[in-house]
């Protein structure tokens, strides 16, 4: 699946032939630019060949599913391997290995049934186009809520496994020296989304009851809204009244909530409220929900600073965007809020949980839906197999690099093999349903499974984007597109 970083470069210098790395160096000055190694199998190289040569051969092996209707044929041989050797320089040679050996992927294929006509009780719901818990009631007949408990008993095992054999010191000494409260081993990347939601709802099961989990929310300080042109006298007399209350005259309550709502984003809103879910599903646990709240200020100096070679070989907009919002939620300062007074409190958990996977397999992005509605199912299942397949080189890279910045480690449960084999092995209409309103067609399979474990209204919520539900797009140049070259990260 590619979850670990590994980037390589390539030098016409026998030798300097090949560097390996997990992460960019701050100090690393190189003609030659760092790359990806892509995941789509072993790569072989001979490096005494190499060094009498003066050129760099690669010999791959790749990956081919177990079963015999879906060996990778020759011609995707020919694409994947035009497709890596567009990236290297002319100097390295790059082909199949001479006895093409191949390796069994340890996923199934994905399952590309088509059914001849949808029915089913969900197609009744199609009447408005908001969610409510009665149109999800409405799916779960028989088939889908076996199903949904089919897909809770793979992820609850992909969860357990990632949460409980942690190396935990009972020793009360362990213990925080101020407050005598138990330290977290794990924590969640935290939206109160509906992937956000089901890994906590899991890691509950079987995290020890004693020990606290930690819900990581980041929120980036939002703009005033600027005065708008052509301001009439109602609303000038209005202002004048308003800069007659100096700022000296507030009391500190008023302007320390005055700054904390200039954090309530859309992420802190659903963030909050998945938290009551939570604390309603299981009282005895302790929630501690960790509010992160980033300055424009703070963030550009963090970018320059940490941020920005981590996010190196990505250069996106959308890079620069994710990147630093998993940077600052993972390295976990914040103000705790959930217990008390609010307090300053830094996350040690070294167990970092983060629903990448989800939205790539279930069809939880707009573009999904714009893909089905313009060819149907047919090329929604292509979108699917294609998001899965550069899952790494697109996302788990560069947050492993972010994330492991601070010394902690992500892991992603709905990557889990049997997870994602599950998951391909199900027609495309079990997964999700495109028909459906936003907030249940998306998703459809985990927000039934989410119903199933006694989770509310976090079941209906419409995905938000991490860059803006935590709003730190809205900080940035607003004609910027996702896709285009980030300014940023190139003059740093």
């Not at 599913?65 to 790059?94: G, Q």
């Not at 089919?150 to 362990?174: F, T, Y």
């Not at 407050?179 to 890994?199: H, W, Y």
């Amino acid at each position: 699946m590619g979850r670990r970083s590994l980037l390589w470069q390539f030098s016409d210098n026998p030798k300097e032939a090949l560097c390996l790395t997990s992460v960019d160096s701050l100090l690393s000055v190189s003609e030659h630019q760092w790359k990806e190694v892509p995941a789509s199998g072993i790569f072989r190289v001979d490096l005494e060949d190499s060094l009498s040569s003066k050129a760099v051969t690669l010999y791959w092996y790749p990956w081919k599913f177990k079963s015999a209707e879906n060996l990778t044929k020759e011609m995707t041989f020919r694409e994947d391997l035009s497709n890596i050797s567009k990236d290297l320089p002319p100097f390295v040679h790059f082909s199949l290995n001479t006895s093409e050996l191949c390796l069994t992927a340890p996923i199934a294929p994905i399952n590309r049934t088509i059914p001849r006509v949808l029915t089913g009780p969900s197609h009744a719901i199609c009447i408005s186009n908001t969610a409510s818990m009665e149109d999800l009631q409405i799916c779960l007949d028989e088939h889908r809520k076996a199903v949904a408990h089919q897909l809770i008993d793979v992820l609850s095992e992909a969860v357990r496994k990632r949460v409980l054999c942690l190396q935990r010191d009972e020793n009360p000494i362990s213990m925080d020296a101020v407050t005598s409260e138990r330290k977290a081993s794990v924590a969640i990347l935290f939206s109160g989304g509906i992937d956000s939601m089901v890994l906590a709802a899991l890691s509950d099961c079987y995290v020890p009851l004693e020990e606290p989990i930690d819900l990581l929310n980041v929120a980036f300080m939002m703009k005033p809204l600027n005065t708008p042109k052509g301001t009439n006298k109602y609303n000038k007399k209005n202002k004048k009244q308003i800069s007659s209350c100096p700022e000296d005259a507030m009391t500190d309550s008023t302007k320390d909530s005055a700054y904390q709502s200039s954090f309530d984003v859309p992420d802190r809103i659903t963030g909050r409220a998945g938290l009551k879910e939570l604390e309603a599903l299981n009282p005895s646990r302790t929630w501690n929900f960790i509010e992160i709240n980033i300055t424009a200020e703070e963030l550009k100096e963090m970018r320059e600073q940490h941020i920005s070679h981590l996010v190196l070989p990505l250069c996106t907009v959308l890079d620069d965007s994710i990147g630093c919002a998993v940077w600052f939620a993972s390295r976990g300062i914040g103000i705790k809020t959930n217990h008390g007074e609010p307090k300053l409190y830094t996350s040690v958990a070294k167990v970092v949980l983060t629903g990448i996977g989800a939205d790539e397999q279930l069809a939880g992005y707009s573009r999904h839906r714009l893909r089905f509605q313009s060819s149907g199912l047919d090329a929604l299942i292509e979108e699917l197999s294609m998001e899965l397949g550069r899952i790494s080189s697109r996302n788990l890279g560069r947050d492993d690099r972010v994330i492991g910045d601070h010394g902690k480690e992500a892991r992603f449960p709905f990557l889990d093999e049997d997870v994602v084999s599950f998951l391909n092995s199900l027609p495309i209409w079990d997964k999700a349903d495109l028909t459906l309103p936003r907030g249940i067609g998306e998703k459809l399979i985990l927000r039934l499974a989410a119903k199933e474990l006694g989770l509310k209204a976090s079941c209906i919520l419409p995905k938000r984007a991490m860059q803006f539900g935590s709003r730190i797009a809205k900080l940035e140049n607003h004609k910027e597109k996702a896709s285009d070259q980030c300014a940023r990260l190139q003059s740093l």
